[in-house]
């Protein structure tokens, strides 16, 4: 018997649409779960969360310990505890000093650190409560740590064909996340594009460009692990974005733009991956 098929969100019925909605953030919160971004972002919610002091330094906080809690769990050996726990060795020995392979991975959390943190200062659009940012930051160090957790079950120092791929598509798909990120604000800067549909730069190539960036991103740490288990990541995010964030704001923009989005969507065809999909 086949399984039952994920049904994607679908706005509230008492969703009503403003006479002049505010412009909608198409994006979710950088790391955050993508159905949830996509399931709560709109235009009441904006008005609704109201930002404070305490969840901007509780975000970047906690963004900036995720690349330290990293170097620990190899520098330390936490990693080889956790192993111990389940009755498990670890392929790759605690010497106290990190493999160039190991410093790859802290270095991917930094960077990804790095660009949260950038994401926060310079192109968050929205108030981010204390409750949420602990959401965020919870979920990337849940998956940082299991990349990091799961490279330690694959012996090796220098650096392989699996980290040279990965870091390619980490760069790659940042890159992208960050650009297409900025471009859409830019773009949201000028009055006469308030209410306007974003098809400038990286948005004429697919119409949820950031989403493809993200998981660009996040496939590109996961290869870099060469473990399979790591898929479970990138896997998870290009599900969710399918069957329940890009259904939710494609129907979003439908309602907004009417005639507007069929002309956009003629010019852009693609919803997330560029000549694919």
């Known amino acids: ?14 969703f009503n649409l403003p006479a002049s909605p505010a412009p909608f953030d198409a994006s979710p919160v950088v790391g955050e ?4 971004a996509a399931s709560v972002s709109s235009p009441r919610r904006t008005r609704a969360v109201q930002g404070s002091s305490l969840g901007g330094l509780t975000f970047i906080t906690l963004r900036a310990a995720d690349p330290v809690i990293q170097y620990l769990i190899y520098k330390q050996g936490w990693g080889h505890a956790v192993f111990g726990l389940f009755g498990l060795t670890a392929a790759t020995p605690h010497i106290g000093i990190l493999s160039p392979r190991q410093k790859l991975f802290v270095g991917f959390a930094a960077v990804g650190a790095a ?6 200062l310079s192109i968050r659009e929205s108030p981010m409560s204390a ?3 602990i959401h965020v930051t919870v979920f990337n160090l849940i998956a940082d740590t299991s990349n990091t957790l799961l490279s330690l079950a694959i012996p090796g120092w220098h650096l392989s064909t699996y980290q040279l791929i990965g870091s390619a598509m980490f760069a790659i798909g940042s890159a992208i996340e960050t650009l297409s990120e900025l471009q859409r604000k830019w773009f949201r800067r000028k009055p006469e594009n308030r209410n306007a549909i974003v098809d400038v730069g990286l948005w004429r190539v697919a119409r949820h460009i950031n989403y493809a960036g993200y998981v ?7 290869v870099s692990t060469a473990n399979l288990y790591a898929a479970w990541n990138p896997l998870m995010h290009l599900w969710d974005f399918s ?3 890009i259904p939710v704001l494609e129907h979003y923009m439908a309602l907004k733009h009417k005639e507007k989005w069929v002309e956009h969507k003629q010019t852009v065809p693609y919803k997330l991956i560029p000549f694919i999909w």
């Not at 779960?33 to 949830?36: D, F, I, L, Y």
């Open 216 to 222: 660009l991103w996040r496939g590109g740490y996961a």
């Open 115 to 120: 660009r949260h943190v950038f994401w926060f």
């Open 33 to 36: 779960s993508p159905a949830r």
């Open 1 to 14: 018997m086949a399984p039952p098929k994920a049904k994607p969100y679908v706005l509230p019925t008492d």
């Open 243 to 245: 069957v329940r964030g």
């Open 131 to 133: 409750l949420n940012a």
